[in-house]
Protein backbone atom coordinates (compact mmCIF):
# COMPACT_ATOMS: atom_id res chain seq x y z
CA UNK A 1 0.00 0.00 0.00
CA UNK A 2 1.32 3.66 -0.93
CA UNK A 3 0.66 6.51 1.50
CA UNK A 4 1.95 9.80 1.07
CA UNK A 5 1.85 11.92 4.19
CA UNK A 6 0.81 15.19 3.97
CA UNK A 7 3.29 16.52 6.97
CA UNK A 8 3.62 19.58 8.92
CA UNK A 9 6.30 18.69 11.29
CA UNK A 10 4.74 18.99 14.42
CA UNK A 11 5.34 15.97 16.76
CA UNK A 12 1.52 15.54 17.93
CA UNK A 13 0.61 15.17 14.03
CA UNK A 14 3.31 13.08 13.37
CA UNK A 15 2.65 10.58 16.09
CA UNK A 16 -0.67 10.10 14.91
CA UNK A 17 0.22 9.20 11.34
CA UNK A 18 2.75 6.82 12.33
CA UNK A 19 0.20 5.29 14.89
CA UNK A 20 -1.95 4.77 11.69
CA UNK A 21 0.46 3.35 9.67
CA UNK A 22 2.01 0.96 12.54
CA UNK A 23 -1.59 -0.17 13.24
CA UNK A 24 -1.98 -1.15 9.32
CA UNK A 25 1.23 -2.94 9.29
CA UNK A 26 0.16 -5.01 12.67
CA UNK A 27 -2.70 -5.88 10.41
CA UNK A 28 -0.44 -7.36 7.60
CA UNK A 29 -0.64 -4.81 5.40
CA UNK A 30 2.72 -3.87 3.70
CA UNK A 31 3.18 -0.28 3.86
CA UNK A 32 5.32 2.16 2.13
CA UNK A 33 4.90 5.72 3.02
CA UNK A 34 6.50 8.94 1.60
CA UNK A 35 6.49 11.92 3.79
CA UNK A 36 5.57 14.75 1.88
CA UNK A 37 6.56 18.57 3.88
CA UNK A 38 3.48 20.90 3.55
CA UNK A 39 6.60 23.45 3.27
CA UNK A 40 7.29 21.71 -0.56
CA UNK A 41 3.47 21.72 -1.30
CA UNK A 42 2.17 24.94 -3.56
CA UNK A 43 -2.01 25.21 -3.31
CA UNK A 44 -1.47 26.96 -6.54
CA UNK A 45 0.72 24.63 -8.63
CA UNK A 46 -1.33 21.55 -7.19
CA UNK A 47 -4.28 23.58 -8.40
CA UNK A 48 -3.17 23.93 -11.85
CA UNK A 49 -1.73 20.99 -12.14
CA UNK A 50 -5.27 19.15 -11.49
CA UNK A 51 -7.22 21.56 -14.38
CA UNK A 52 -5.09 21.33 -16.92
CA UNK A 53 -4.42 17.12 -16.77
CA UNK A 54 -1.10 17.52 -15.61
CA UNK A 55 0.06 19.70 -18.19
CA UNK A 56 0.82 22.80 -16.21
CA UNK A 57 1.85 23.43 -12.58
CA UNK A 58 4.43 20.67 -10.87
CA UNK A 59 4.39 18.42 -8.13
CA UNK A 60 6.60 18.82 -5.43
CA UNK A 61 10.20 16.93 -6.13
CA UNK A 62 9.87 14.32 -3.48
CA UNK A 63 6.93 13.07 -5.29
CA UNK A 64 8.42 12.61 -8.77
CA UNK A 65 8.68 9.23 -10.06
CA UNK A 66 6.45 8.10 -7.06
CA UNK A 67 4.08 5.08 -7.51
CA UNK A 68 0.73 6.70 -7.38
CA UNK A 69 -0.62 6.62 -3.68
CA UNK A 70 -3.36 4.30 -2.38
CA UNK A 71 -4.00 6.50 0.53
CA UNK A 72 -3.00 10.18 0.90
CA UNK A 73 -3.13 11.06 4.71
CA UNK A 74 -3.39 14.18 6.57
CA UNK A 75 -3.12 15.84 10.01
CA UNK A 76 -3.16 19.28 10.69
CA UNK A 77 -4.83 22.30 9.49
CA UNK A 78 -1.75 23.15 7.22
CA UNK A 79 -2.47 19.78 5.23
CA UNK A 80 -6.22 20.34 4.00
CA UNK A 81 -6.32 22.25 0.91
CA UNK A 82 -3.35 20.08 -0.18
CA UNK A 83 -4.77 17.10 0.90
CA UNK A 84 -8.14 17.54 -1.76
CA UNK A 85 -6.18 19.03 -4.15
CA UNK A 86 -3.74 16.29 -4.24
CA UNK A 87 -6.67 13.77 -4.38
CA UNK A 88 -7.97 15.53 -7.31
CA UNK A 89 -5.08 15.03 -9.48
CA UNK A 90 -4.91 11.41 -8.02
CA UNK A 91 -8.31 10.66 -8.19
CA UNK A 92 -7.76 6.86 -7.49
CA UNK A 93 -6.32 7.28 -4.21
CA UNK A 94 -8.45 7.89 -0.98
CA UNK A 95 -7.99 10.62 1.20
CA UNK A 96 -8.21 10.98 4.56
CA UNK A 97 -7.64 13.43 7.57
CA UNK A 98 -6.81 12.54 10.74
CA UNK A 99 -8.69 15.19 13.24
CA UNK A 100 -11.69 17.10 12.74
CA UNK A 101 -11.13 19.90 10.07
CA UNK A 102 -12.19 22.78 9.92
CA UNK A 103 -13.52 22.78 6.24
CA UNK A 104 -16.19 20.58 5.53
CA UNK A 105 -16.01 16.86 6.36
CA UNK A 106 -17.70 15.29 3.24
CA UNK A 107 -14.86 16.67 1.26
CA UNK A 108 -12.60 14.02 2.42
CA UNK A 109 -12.89 10.45 1.80
CA UNK A 110 -12.42 9.29 5.11
CA UNK A 111 -12.08 11.34 8.85
CA UNK A 112 -10.51 9.82 11.83
CA UNK A 113 -12.02 12.59 14.39
CA UNK A 114 -10.99 11.83 18.45
CA UNK A 115 -14.80 12.06 20.53
CA UNK A 116 -13.41 15.04 22.20
CA UNK A 117 -13.74 16.93 18.59
CA UNK A 118 -17.08 15.52 17.59
CA UNK A 119 -19.81 17.68 19.10
CA UNK A 120 -22.10 17.51 16.84
CA UNK A 121 -25.69 16.73 18.18
CA UNK A 122 -26.21 14.57 14.66
CA UNK A 123 -28.13 11.11 15.86
CA UNK A 124 -25.73 9.22 12.83
CA UNK A 125 -22.19 9.68 12.37
CA UNK A 126 -21.04 9.71 8.74
CA UNK A 127 -19.95 6.17 7.01
CA UNK A 128 -16.77 7.67 6.20
CA UNK A 129 -16.19 9.32 9.53
CA UNK A 130 -14.51 7.39 12.61
CA UNK A 131 -15.14 8.31 16.35
CA UNK A 132 -11.93 7.64 18.12
CA UNK A 133 -11.48 7.28 21.83
CA UNK A 134 -8.17 10.22 21.84
CA UNK A 135 -5.84 10.61 19.06
CA UNK A 136 -4.01 8.09 17.75
CA UNK A 137 -0.24 7.15 18.15
CA UNK A 138 1.87 4.69 17.36
CA UNK A 139 2.39 2.58 21.05
CA UNK A 140 1.15 -0.57 22.03
CA UNK A 141 1.50 -2.43 25.10
CA UNK A 142 4.60 -4.59 25.50
CA UNK A 143 4.00 -5.42 28.86
CA UNK A 144 7.79 -4.23 30.22
CA UNK A 145 6.36 -2.00 33.14
CA UNK A 146 8.40 -2.28 36.13
CA UNK A 147 6.72 -2.48 39.32
CA UNK A 148 6.85 0.66 41.60
CA UNK A 149 8.01 2.77 38.67
CA UNK A 150 6.08 5.99 38.56
CA UNK A 151 6.72 8.54 35.43
CA UNK A 152 5.37 12.46 35.70
CA UNK A 153 4.65 14.38 32.45
CA UNK A 154 4.27 18.03 32.64
CA UNK A 155 2.87 20.12 30.21
CA UNK A 156 2.32 23.80 30.60
CA UNK A 157 0.14 27.09 29.63
CA UNK A 158 -2.12 26.47 26.71
CA UNK A 159 -5.52 27.66 25.41
CA UNK A 160 -7.15 26.24 28.12
CA UNK A 161 -4.97 25.59 30.99
CA UNK A 162 -2.55 28.10 32.93
CA UNK A 163 0.55 26.86 34.36
CA UNK A 164 1.74 27.63 38.16
CA UNK A 165 4.77 26.29 38.91
CA UNK A 166 3.97 26.57 42.53
CA UNK A 167 1.18 24.52 42.20
CA UNK A 168 2.67 22.12 40.17
CA UNK A 169 5.65 21.81 43.04
CA UNK A 170 3.18 21.61 45.53
CA UNK A 171 1.81 18.30 43.81
CA UNK A 172 5.03 16.50 43.03
CA UNK A 173 6.32 17.68 46.85
CA UNK A 174 3.03 15.55 47.96
CA UNK A 175 3.22 12.46 45.22
CA UNK A 176 6.31 12.38 47.05
CA UNK A 177 5.76 12.36 50.78
CA UNK A 178 2.67 9.62 49.70
CA UNK A 179 4.69 7.22 47.81
CA UNK A 180 7.82 7.24 50.60
CA UNK A 181 5.52 5.72 53.40
CA UNK A 182 5.06 2.93 51.19
CA UNK A 183 6.34 0.14 51.66
CA UNK A 184 8.10 -0.43 49.15
CA UNK A 185 11.06 1.92 47.41
CA UNK A 186 9.63 3.74 44.52
CA UNK A 187 11.46 4.75 41.46
CA UNK A 188 10.25 8.36 40.08
CA UNK A 189 11.19 9.82 36.99
CA UNK A 190 10.33 13.48 35.53
CA UNK A 191 10.19 15.25 32.18
CA UNK A 192 9.15 18.38 31.09
CA UNK A 193 7.34 19.09 27.48
CA UNK A 194 8.37 22.45 25.50
CA UNK A 195 5.38 24.00 26.93
CA UNK A 196 7.06 23.78 30.34
CA UNK A 197 8.47 26.51 31.68
CA UNK A 198 12.19 26.26 32.29
CA UNK A 199 12.27 27.55 35.29
CA UNK A 200 10.41 24.59 37.03
CA UNK A 201 13.76 22.65 36.66
CA UNK A 202 15.62 25.07 38.42
CA UNK A 203 13.31 24.98 41.59
CA UNK A 204 15.31 24.38 44.53
CA UNK A 205 13.00 21.67 45.64
CA UNK A 206 14.27 19.36 42.84
CA UNK A 207 17.72 19.94 44.15
CA UNK A 208 16.95 19.36 47.59
CA UNK A 209 15.16 15.86 46.41
CA UNK A 210 17.79 14.94 44.13
CA UNK A 211 17.35 11.45 45.79
CA UNK A 212 13.97 10.81 45.50
CA UNK A 213 13.17 11.85 41.70
CA UNK A 214 15.26 11.70 38.76
CA UNK A 215 14.52 14.73 36.55
CA UNK A 216 14.62 14.58 32.61
CA UNK A 217 13.64 17.62 30.71
CA UNK A 218 13.27 17.53 27.44
CA UNK A 219 15.78 19.30 26.27
CA UNK A 220 18.15 16.43 27.11
CA UNK A 221 15.79 12.94 26.23
CA UNK A 222 16.91 11.92 22.51
CA UNK A 223 13.85 11.05 20.07
CA UNK A 224 12.39 7.88 21.23
CA UNK A 225 13.13 8.18 24.79
CA UNK A 226 9.74 9.39 26.46
CA UNK A 227 7.54 6.34 24.08
CA UNK A 228 10.30 4.20 25.77
CA UNK A 229 9.53 5.43 29.74
CA UNK A 230 5.88 4.99 28.46
CA UNK A 231 6.67 0.88 28.13
CA UNK A 232 8.94 1.07 31.46
CA UNK A 233 6.57 3.04 33.80
CA UNK A 234 3.86 1.23 35.70
CA UNK A 235 2.20 4.47 36.67
CA UNK A 236 2.29 7.81 34.93
CA UNK A 237 1.38 11.08 36.30
CA UNK A 238 0.26 13.79 33.50
CA UNK A 239 -0.53 17.07 33.55
CA UNK A 240 -4.30 17.48 32.68
CA UNK A 241 -2.92 20.47 29.86
CA UNK A 242 -1.44 17.28 28.12
CA UNK A 243 -4.17 15.20 25.93
CA UNK A 244 -2.21 13.44 23.69
CA UNK A 245 0.24 12.39 26.79
CA UNK A 246 -2.81 11.00 28.84
CA UNK A 247 -3.97 8.52 25.73
CA UNK A 248 -0.38 7.58 24.88
CA UNK A 249 -0.08 6.48 28.53
CA UNK A 250 -2.83 4.60 28.51
CA UNK A 251 -2.43 3.32 25.31
CA UNK A 252 0.59 1.99 26.55
CA UNK A 253 -1.27 -0.05 29.51
CA UNK A 254 0.14 2.27 32.32
CA UNK A 255 -2.30 3.57 35.41
CA UNK A 256 -2.47 6.95 34.42
CA UNK A 257 -2.31 9.68 37.17
CA UNK A 258 -3.87 13.11 36.67
CA UNK A 259 -1.94 16.23 38.12
CA UNK A 260 -4.32 19.59 38.16
CA UNK A 261 -3.95 22.50 36.46
CA UNK A 262 -5.74 25.33 36.65
CA UNK A 263 -8.24 25.62 33.80
CA UNK A 264 -8.97 28.69 31.75
CA UNK A 265 -11.57 27.68 28.88
CA UNK A 266 -14.46 25.03 29.13
CA UNK A 267 -14.71 23.09 25.90
CA UNK A 268 -15.44 19.93 24.67
CA UNK A 269 -11.52 18.44 25.31
CA UNK A 270 -11.89 20.03 29.07
CA UNK A 271 -15.16 17.82 29.44
CA UNK A 272 -13.77 14.52 27.67
CA UNK A 273 -11.16 15.13 30.36
CA UNK A 274 -13.34 15.39 33.02
CA UNK A 275 -15.81 12.70 31.66
CA UNK A 276 -12.68 9.72 31.51
CA UNK A 277 -11.59 11.13 35.27
CA UNK A 278 -15.30 10.04 36.43
CA UNK A 279 -15.32 6.62 35.15
CA UNK A 280 -12.12 6.63 36.27
CA UNK A 281 -9.56 5.77 33.14
CA UNK A 282 -7.65 8.57 34.90
CA UNK A 283 -6.75 8.76 38.74
CA UNK A 284 -6.86 12.76 39.85
CA UNK A 285 -4.09 13.18 42.47
CA UNK A 286 -6.47 14.57 44.83
CA UNK A 287 -8.53 11.16 45.10
CA UNK A 288 -4.71 8.98 45.37
CA UNK A 289 -4.23 11.39 47.91
CA UNK A 290 -7.22 10.17 50.50
CA UNK A 291 -6.50 6.72 49.63
CA UNK A 292 -8.21 5.48 46.42
CA UNK A 293 -6.71 3.16 44.03
CA UNK A 294 -6.13 2.50 40.32
CA UNK A 295 -8.94 0.67 38.21
CA UNK A 296 -8.21 -1.70 36.13
CA UNK A 297 -8.46 -0.73 32.63
CA UNK A 298 -7.53 -2.34 29.60
CA UNK A 299 -4.89 -0.29 27.09
CA UNK A 300 -6.35 1.34 24.66
CA UNK A 301 -5.96 0.24 20.82
CA UNK A 302 -7.27 2.93 18.78
CA UNK A 303 -4.98 3.03 16.21
CA UNK A 304 -5.92 -0.90 15.65
CA UNK A 305 -9.63 -0.13 15.92
CA UNK A 306 -8.97 2.38 13.00
CA UNK A 307 -6.84 0.08 10.85
CA UNK A 308 -10.19 -2.79 10.73
CA UNK A 309 -12.43 -0.02 10.64
CA UNK A 310 -10.61 1.53 7.54
CA UNK A 311 -9.64 -1.62 5.64
CA UNK A 312 -13.15 -2.98 6.05
CA UNK A 313 -14.00 0.27 3.82
CA UNK A 314 -10.93 0.16 1.42
CA UNK A 315 -12.48 -3.59 0.64
Excluded at 29 to 38: A, E
Excluded at 154 to 175: D, M, P, V
Aim: a neutral charge; glycine letters at 6%.
Amino acid sequence: MNIWHLTDHKAGHVAQARGLFAALERAGIDVNVVDVSVNDLSNYALFFHWVSGGRIGQLPKVLENQKQPDLIVGVGHATHWSLILLKKCFPKAKSIVLMRPTIPISLFDFAIVPAHDYSDAVPNVPDHVFISQGVLNPLIDQHRHEKNRHLILIGGASKRYSCSEQELITQIQALLAKLSHQAEPKTVILTTSRRTPETLVENEFFKTNADKIQLFPVSVTPAGWLFEQLQLAEVVWVTQDSGSMLFEALTAGCDVGLLAMPQIKKDTVTQATKLLSEQRFFLPLSAYLQGENFRSVDPLREADRVSDWLLGRLN
